[in-house]
């Protein structure tokens, strides 16, 4: 016999084409306002300047009103859908958000809610009409999910996932899929199939990652409401950068069944899925609206814990708050210092108790934490990359291969480090107990949005997933030049806050948005939303104006 023929690997570049090409020809259905070629850095406000009045006045509703008006007829499916499509579009020319535009599908469900409404008289669910983002791994049947790798191009999505399942019987609309990066593992959003997802407040800068397209999306009004995930800081992160709302939840309550991940099926670092939003309201209503679905009768691994609307808080003493005005290990640049200053002063004017945290060990909970990432040794990325020819990107190359804490592990290896995960969460449970706070304030990362290529730093982020507690993000302020300089003093507590020093940049950083993050302990979700509504109400949160 012959010998037979191999078929030549098809050069990644081409796929990345193909990827890039089809993506268009999904924008290229509905024919959007066309964005200038030569782009300011700031675009945030080009989208009022493209666009239809009502189309402007639709997207730049919050979802709660939004919904008020969908489930009571007085908008229509069609006409919201329609918006956010003509906005997702223009927002992919001005930042390189999006993986796909859904117009055929997302109009054709919008019309069987706006028939159902005529026929019923009352809305299909909770969420009628409303369009929803999805970031790109998470399954829609018959779609691509490439989790960032160009070897991935060909997976086709057989069946929704669990999370998207039960979106859809609550009446929502999926509109847009967004860009995620290589490996789904940086704080910023960048692959070769796509190339980079930018900030809307400075292209210079990155929108955050690894939800890093739905932040721009959102923050663009391209979307009120989105899915990210997060393992490190992937909803956190860009929600920060991009000044909007996102939350980390509790591991175990929202479904995870039905999205492509390298990890899948390790319980070493959970991996949550979680809400990016315009509105604080808009994580809550999404929350709601899943857990009283009861996932857990169809997905096992959830915990059985009904939302809970009435949180009470306590009544009889001040809430107290601690704040962790820096980590031990890398000292925030000086907008997120002001800004914590300023909440931290305005909650303690308006009655809430204050009271300095100290970090536990923080450092030792990257030691864990990125040892326990890829306990393979990074071999199944190499691999996956490897099939297609792809290059590393910068930051896969910086969390895997310059990693020294990413070791293929032993059983017994493995074994050592969940015991040092499950030890430190038992001390943490400690030291939180001995200070008696109800959540604790924080930075979310170490400067505003930074650089590209340069988010190395997870800490402020990544410590909340080591010890499965949630964390909430929301705009506070923006960056100041005037107020915001480093006063000449500096003591460096490590390299890592030598390295972060340097990337400090006030001109760059002008304008940009300052969020703050929201801590809770495990299950707290609903206790922390809560507490940031009453914070919010209190304070007047945010204290400049977002679009």
Known sequence: MPPSKSTPKRPWQDIAKEAQTYRDSTIAQIS??????????????????????????ITTTPPEELLLSLTTGKRSSVEVTNAFIQRAAVAQGLVNCLTELLPSLAMERARELDAYYQTH?????????????????????????????????????????????LLYKAGAVFHARTTIPQTMMHLETD???????????????????????????????????????????????????????????????????????MMAGADTVESVLGPLSTSLSGLKIFMKTIINTQPWLNEPALIPIPWCDDIQ??????????????????????????????????????????????????DEAWAILSSLYFTDGGASEAETMEASGEPWRDLSKWIIKDNACVKKLSVGELSYWLEEREAYRK?????????????????????????????????????????????????????????????????????????????????EVYGLPVSLQLVGRRFEDEKILSILEEVTEKIGLPFDEFP
């Open 32 to 57: 959007p306002p066309s964005v200038p070629s030569k782009l300011p850095k700031n675009v945030i406000s080009i989208p009022a300047t493209l666009l239809h009045p009502s189309v402007l006045s």
């Open 121 to 165: 008289g009352k809305p299909i669910g909770p969420l009628h009409g409303l369009p929803i983002s999805v970031k790109e791994h998470i399954g829609l049947e018959g779609l691509r999910c490439t989790t960032g790798y160009v070897s991935h191009w060909e997976n086709i999505c057989k069946e929704d996932a669990h999370i998207i399942q």
């Open 191 to 261: 692959s070769n199939l796509y190339g980079v997802t930018v900030n809307p407040y400075n292209s210079n800068l990155t929108s955050g990652g690894s939800s890093g397209g739905e932040g721009a999306l959102i923050s663009l009004r391209g979307s009120c409401l989105g899915i990210g995930s997060d393992v490190g800081g992937s909803i956190r992160s860009p929600a920060a950068n991009c000044g909007i709302y996102g939350l980390k939840p509790t591991a175990f309550r929202i479904p995870t069944d039905g999205y492509g991940y």
């Open 313 to 362: 808080l306590p009544s009889d003493r001040p809430l107290r708050i601690g704040v962790i005005w820096h980590d031990g290990v890398v000292r925030p640049h000086p907008p997120i210092t002001r800004a914590m200053k300023l909440v931290a002063s305005r909650m303690k004017d308006s009655g809430i108790e204050i009271i300095d945290f100290t970090p536990h060990l923080h």
């Open 427 to 507: 001390e943490y449970a400690l030291h939180w107990n001995r200070l008696g706070v109800d959540a604790v304030l924080c930075p979310v990362g170490p400067g505003v949005a930074p650089k590209h290529n340069t988010a190395k730093y997870w800490g402020y982020t990544s410590q909340w997933n080591l010890l499965d507690y949630p964390g909430v993000v929301f705009p506070v302020c923006k960056v100041d030049k005037e107020k915001d300089i480093d006063g000449g003093v500096f003591e460096s507590m490590s390299g890592l806050d030598d390295e972060n020093w340097a990337l400090y940049d006030p001109e």
